[in-house]
């Protein structure tokens, strides 16, 4: 069966939604696709957007059996981004105070690239393709 996908939304597990979600718009530079409260101003749900792309911030979650990667003491993957210029990126998260895990480097697969951990302990590589 061939399926015809419309969009991939990854969805980040949080201790804290509102906190991901400013670390994600203040240190990234996402923009913010905004966050639902409850009734009792609980934030239930966050939402962050690369041009097109969006992910979802969902609360971590026993039922749900989403965790973590610091509350589980490590990352099982992360999440690359390309942007048009990475190293002025990287200054500037550096700058905002990121947890830089590897600075701007080029990659024989085509991308030059930097790593970065978010306050829950997932790991994101910040690249711009290059040419081969």
């Not at 099982?76 to 700058?95: Q, S």
């Not at 024989?108 to 970065?116: K, S």
Request: glycine share 12%; aromatic share 6%; with cysteine.
């Amino acid at each position: 069966m061939q399926t015809e996908f419309i969009d991939v939304l990854p969805v980040l597990a949080c201790s804290d939604i509102a906190a991901e979600h400013d670390f994600l718009v203040r240190v990234l530079g996402f923009a913010s696709g905004g966050l639902e409260r409850a009734p009792d101003g609980t934030v239930v749900h966050g939402e962050v957007r690369a041009g097109e792309r969006r992910i979802w911030l969902h609360l971590t979650s026993e039922a749900h059996r989403l965790a973590t990667p610091l509350s589980l003491g490590g990352a099982g993957g992360g999440i690359t981004v390309h942007v048009k210029d990475v190293d002025a990126h990287f200054e500037a998260a550096r700058k905002a105070g990121a947890t830089i895990l590897s600075e701007p480097t080029n990659q024989p697969y085509g991308q030059r690239e930097y790593g970065v951990r978010d306050p829950d302990g997932h790991n994101w590589w910040i690249a711009t393709p290059t040419s081969n």
